[in-house]
């Protein structure tokens, strides 16, 4: 069974301060995508990276930095968070075969408030 | 560009009722179209996809969807709801050539007992 393990699971940080969320995936997926759940948006893209080393700018990237550490890797910093971050966040992985996404894995979430 | 769009926020249906939920694409090409159902305080999972062929592909749980190229549309069926589909739904779209997703904003559907 394919996986995506995200941590913490729950994260409250004071605005200004620094956050990292971790992904881990099994899958042994080339793609690993960070997103942003929020009323009324949906799911929006934040970054996402097709192997270690590798880093795409998503839809809604300002104010959050990325790194692909490693294949199973993904991790999401916040360097100075503000309120506007509190959010639920997805890291997710697949297989891009070129020709199209095959499914895509889903993390549990991280419910991260900012106060 | 692509896009989806799921006009109902949020669809109320009573247990053993039929549902349908809608959705439309936006795309000129080949759409590859997926379903995706997020229980409470959980990720997303996969509920079914089209890629080609029979425009109706079943899913998981009795859950099906029909392909239509003409409306541009791939809108998620079920024929006797459980109070256990009790969820948020989206609809989903990739592309040729495109490495990311592009999602609706999400159906949340509430069964009535």
């Known amino acids: 069974e394919a996986a995506v393990t995200q941590s913490p699971r729950n994260k409250v940080t004071v605005t200004g301060g620094n956050v990292t969320l971790s992904c881990r995936q099994t899958n042994s997926h080339n793609y690993m995508y960070w997103y942003r759940q929020d009323t009324g948006h949906g799911l929006r893209l934040i970054h996402y990276?097709?192997?270690?080393?590798?880093?795409q700018i998503g839809d809604v990237p300002d104010g959050y930095k990325a790194t692909r550490t490693t294949q199973e890797d993904f991790f999401l910093l916040l360097e100075l968070a503000s309120p506007s971050q509190t959010s639920l966040y997805f890291c997710?992985?697949?297989?891009?075969?070129?020709?199209?996404?095959?499914?895509?894995?889903f993390g549990k979430g991280t419910r991260l408030t900012v106060v | 560009a692509q896009s989806v769009t799921q006009p109902d926020a949020r669809v109320t249906v009573s247990e053993g009722a039929s549902l349908q939920l809608r959705c439309k694409y936006s795309?000129?090409?080949?759409?590859?179209l997926f379903w995706y159902v997020q229980y409470p305080r959980q990720g997303l999972q996969l509920l079914l996809k089209y890629y080609s062929g029979d425009p109706v592909v079943q899913g998981v749980n009795g859950f099906e969807a029909e392909f239509s190229k003409s409306n541009s549309s791939f809108h998620l069926r079920k024929a006797s709801v459980h109070w256990s589909d009790s969820a948020v739904y989206f609809c989903v779209l990739s592309t040729e050539g495109a490495d990311r997703l592009t999602f609706g904003k999400g159906t949340q559907l509430i069964i009535q007992p």
């Open positions: 795309y000129s090409g080949t759409p590859y």
């Open positions: 990276s097709y192997g270690a080393g590798n880093l």
């Open positions: 997710a992985s697949s297989e891009w075969t070129g020709l199209a996404n095959t499914e895509v894995f």
